[in-house]
């Protein structure tokens, strides 16, 4: 099944997933799980504000501070991509043994995590 009727990005589908564990959290929280900043994370939200995915609201008084929320379908997604994404999972993976994945996703993981290590010693 394609995603390209749905309208929604990959950038997209990273905010959704965050939203969809912790809804309302701040922009500045978003913005670090999906690795973005400034002008482009501004960007995606502009898209997925306009797509009618999320909305914005201030945090208190703190004008520098806003929050996302998803809307109603933001949150139909839910029922959606997951299901998308577990096929090409499978479609990609077709013809690997159980043991090549696990070494795939092992390899994988490595390099997250030596590429976090290295944005924690950037600091």
């Given at each position: 099944e394609c995603v390209a009727h749905l309208n929604v990005t990959s950038s997209h589908t990273l905010v959704l997933c965050k939203l969809w564990q912790e809804d309302g959290i701040p922009v500045s929280e978003?913005?670090?799980?999906?690795?973005?900043?400034?002008?482009s994370?501004?960007?995606?939200?502009?898209?997925?504000?306009?797509?009618a995915l999320i909305f914005r609201t201030q945090c208190g008084k703190d004008k520098r501070c806003s929050r996302i929320w998803l809307t109603e379908e933001g949150w139909n997604l839910m029922e959606v991509l997951p299901a998308i994404s577990?096929?090409?999972?499978?479609?990609?993976?077709?013809?690997?043994?159980?043991?090549?994945?696990?070494?795939?996703?092992?390899?994988l993981n490595r390099m997250l995590n030596r590429e976090n290590l290295a944005h924690l010693n950037e600091s």
């Amino acid at each position: 099944e394609c995603v390209a009727h749905l309208n929604v990005t990959s950038s997209h589908t990273l905010v959704l997933c965050k939203l969809w564990q912790e809804d309302g959290i701040p922009v500045s929280e978003v913005g670090q799980y999906v690795e973005q900043v400034g002008g482009s994370l501004t960007g995606v939200l502009e898209r997925m504000e306009e797509r009618a995915l999320i909305f914005r609201t201030q945090c208190g008084k703190d004008k520098r501070c806003s929050r996302i929320w998803l809307t109603e379908e933001g949150w139909n997604l839910m029922e959606v991509l997951p299901a998308i994404s577990r096929s090409v999972l499978q479609s990609v993976s077709e013809g690997l043994t159980q043991r090549q994945i696990d070494f795939f996703k092992n390899c994988l993981n490595r390099m997250l995590n030596r590429e976090n290590l290295a944005h924690l010693n950037e600091s």
